[in-house]
């Protein structure tokens, strides 16, 4: 089966310029996840879609990140205006509803550099 | 809230066997998981603890106690391949069907020797 698609692969961009990446989930995943990952740290969830609701964005900086999965399908995830600290790969993954096994199935992942 | 504990770095030769130690507090705590991820590529799962015990996968097993909220990876038979970062996560979802939501630790980095 294909696996999870995102784009781009690499960014970079000037502080405060905006900026959005791509994810198109495992055919049949109903959960969609982004998490940024800081170089040397673990992955940081920042949203959780079941379809095309939000379950969980308690850790997203809503003043200057979005989310949506309009279809509940593919995601986009933006930030406007972006900073410094925003330079880190954001990860997008997929599970089928329900996978108590937590088996979560990671993009490449979009590696985004502000300067 | 939930955090998780595991070592920085580790170092070990070919052939042989590391383990790799995670400890864990959460809120609600409905399984540990292991995930392996080399040098710019994207986290894999490895392995899956939902109960006390050993689950066993080839080369690699992994542990979980839950009255200790400690687990671990044990890595046997070293493989230079096997050098990348383990990350311990954990599901703290009380409701099975909501499905995981995982909160990872900060990553092990293995090195492995000739």
């Known amino acids: 089966e294909a696996g999870v698609a995102q784009s781009p692969r690499y960014k970079i961009i000037e502080k405060r310029q905006s900026v959005a990446f791509w994810c198109n989930p495992i055919s049949g995943h109903a959960t969609l996840y982004w998490y940024q990952q800081i170089l040397g740290q673990g992955p940081k969830l920042l949203i959780q879609?079941?379809?095309?609701?939000?379950?969980?964005d308690s850790q997203l900086p809503k003043d200057r990140f979005s989310a949506e999965r309009l279809k509940g399908v593919d995601s986009t995830l933006k930030i406007q205006p972006a900073k410094l600290e925003d330079s880190a790969v954001y990860l997008c993954a997929s599970s089928p509803r329900g996978s108590g096994a937590n088996v979560l199935t990671f993009g490449a992942g979009s590696r985004l550099t502000v300067l | 809230g939930q955090s998780l504990e595991q070592p920085s770095e580790v170092t070990a030769v070919e052939g042989a066997i590391v383990q790799i130690n995670c400890t864990y507090q959460t809120s609600g705590f409905y399984g540990l998981s292991w995930y392996q991820q080399h040098d710019g590529g994207a986290p894999t799962f490895l392995s899956y603890?939902?109960?006390?015990g050993l689950e066993e996968t080839g080369r690699f097993s992994s542990f979980l106690s839950r009255s200790d909220s400690y687990g671990y990876l044990l890595l046997q038979e070293l493989q230079m391949k096997d050098s990348a970062s383990y990350f311990c996560a954990v599901d703290p979802a009380r409701i099975y069907n909501q499905g995981g939501k995982l909160i990872f630790g900060q990553g092990t980095e293995l090195s492995v020797k000739p």
């Open positions: 603890n939902g109960l006390d």
């Open positions: 879609f079941q379809n095309n609701g939000v379950v969980d």
